[in-house]
């Protein structure tokens, strides 16, 4: 019985990951709305699941900043304002440009080229219009090219700041291929690292997250003029 009891806890373990991946990608889409609550038997019905494994991936989501729970009615997603995109941004950019530098300086050539076929994986999402891929793909590019400073904690902190700085209705302006010009960034990144040329790629750095800043900004503006219907799996 030990056994079966273990299995149906990891059976609902993996159905809570599965929900907070789904309702992640709905705020990506622009399908959650800021400031709009949802209960949790409206999402479970939507997809398709009960309310528990929603309740549970709700609180994971409160507790990454993304949604706030709402006494007797259900959860409200958190509003991002134009502080908060500016204050994100200049942290990511006090932390990550001196950080690039520092990589620059110390990562052997082997480390640099491991990161490629990820750089890559994040220009291909973007041509394919695949933002959940091209978020995966960028998400790992990033903190496996801080990891190789060295300093464990550093990455800790950019990766909290990344799950609280998503990028809402980024679906919106994938379908423009918007993404592209982020996405070749990455690769010019690379190359300025595997070159030693750790200035420029610092710059580098600093310009793409200049970027990444207007890329939240335009994709909370696209997503808020667009209906706030909700379709999750589909419907």
């Known amino acids: 019985m030990p056994h079966l009891e273990s299995r149906t806890i990891a059976v609902q373990s ?5 929900v907070a991946d789904a309702l992640r990608a709905a705020l990506i889409a622009g399908e959650l709305r800021p400031g709009v609550i949802y209960s949790a038997p409206t999402l479970a019905a939507d997809l398709g699941v009960s309310a528990t494994p929603v309740r549970e991936a709700m609180l994971d989501l409160a507790r990454e900043g993304l949604v706030e729970a709402v006494r007797n009615k259900g959860f409200r997603v958190t ?27 110390t990562a052997s050539a082997e480390q640099l080229e491991s990161l490629r ?19 995966e793909a960028d998400h790992r590019f990033h903190l496996a090219l801080l990891a190789l400073a060295g300093n464990h904690h550093l990455v800790q902190v950019v990766a909290d700041l990344r799950k609280r700085s998503r990028l809402f209705g980024l679906g919106s302006l994938n379908e423009t291929g918007r993404l592209a010009a982020s996405a070749r960034e990455h690769i010019e ?47």
């Open 14 to 18: 993996h159905l809570r990951d599965q």
């Open 117 to 135: 076929p990820l750089a890559q994986q994040i220009v291909t999402a973007a041509q394919e219009h695949d933002v959940l891929k091209y978020l």
């Open 189 to 235: 990144l690379l190359d300025l690292l595997a070159a030693g040329r750790g200035q420029d790629a610092e710059n580098c750095m600093r310009r793409h997250l200049a970027h990444v800043r207007t890329l939240w900004a335009d994709g909370r503006a696209e997503a808020e003029r667009r209906e706030p219907a909700l379709r999750l799996g589909g419907r």
């Open 79 to 105: 509003e991002m304002t134009e502080r908060d995109l500016d204050e994100f941004t200049e942290i990511r950019t006090l932390i990550e440009v001196p950080t690039v530098g520092r990589v620059a300086a």
